[in-house]
T-cell receptor
Framework: DAGVIQSPRHEVTEMGQEVTLRCKPI?????LFWYRQTMMRGLELLIY????????DSGMPEDRFSAKMPNASFSTLKIQPSEPRDSAVYFC??????????????FGPGTRLTVL | AQSVTQLDSQVPVFEEAPVELRCNYS??????LFWYVQYPNQGLQLLLK??????LVKGINGFEAEFNKSQTSFHLRKPSVHISDTAEYFC???????????FGTGTRLQVFP
């Protein structure tokens, strides 16, 4: 079985440019999570979707960040304009959620973003 | 609010020695507890989880953890580590009230030959 797929694995861009990170969840999963990992703040939940609907975006740092999930098999996290402090590893995770209890989240390999 | 504290940012240990990685949590309601491992340049992989039942939980790669409600701890242990156990280990808590997985800051386990 293919796990969570993220692309690109590495992204280097210049300050001010738009960055789009992509995620394909595990087939059949109905919840999708975007996390950011930095040395200073550790692993933070940015936003999560359930059945393609954003449920909690309180972790999104500012308006420069936006996330979409147009269908059950694809999600994007966009940063526009990017800044050096956005440099981090961004993880996508998915789970089969019944909204009644915890369901294991499966993580993708991450996208390492460097903003110069 | 739920939170997780991992007291040690780094734990160096020699191969075949025992190791304990400490985790304490705070929550006013029942929670589920997890340990994840992250190998270099990879995503997080679930090591083990405590949902209910026996407080001693066994996971993959010979790791185990004990849930201690009175001390609000969920320490991870392995009796004999290998070089291949070198990785970052994250403790996490999930509570039904928030429906979020809250991670600790991680402990880097470095195993030396």
């Amino acid at each position: 079985d293919a796990g969570v797929i993220q692309s690109p694995r590495h992204e280097v861009t210049e300050m001010g440019q738009e960055v789009t990170l992509r995620c394909k969840p595990i087939s059949g999963h109905n919840s999708l999570f975007w996390y950011r990992q930095t040395m200073m703040r550790g692993l933070e939940l940015l936003i999560y979707f359930n059945n393609n609907v954003p449920i909690d975006d309180s972790g999104m740092p500012e308006d420069r960040f936006s996330a979409k999930m147009p269908n059950a098999s694809f999600s994007t996290l966009k940063i526009q304009p990017s800044e050096p402090r956005d440099s981090a590893v961004y993880f996508c995770a998915s789970s089969l959620s019944d909204a009644l209890d915890y369901n294991e989240q499966f993580f993708g390999p991450g996208t390492r973003l460097t903003v110069l | 609010a739920q939170s997780v504290t991992q007291l040690d940012s780094q734990v160096p240990v020699f191969e075949e020695a025992p190791v304990e990685l400490r985790c304490n949590y705070s929550s006013s309601v029942s929670v589920y507890l997890f340990w994840y491992v992250q190998y270099p340049n990879q995503g997080l992989q679930l090591l083990l989880k405590y949902l209910s039942g026996s407080t001693l939980v066994k996971g993959i790669n010979g790791f185990e953890a004990e849930f201690n409600k009175s001390q609000t701890s969920f320490h991870l242990r392995k009796p004999s580590v290998h070089i291949s156990d070198t990785a970052e280990y994250f403790c996490a808590v999930w509570g039904r009230s928030t429906d979020k997985l809250i991670f600790g800051t991680g402990t880097r386990l470095q195993v030396f030959p």
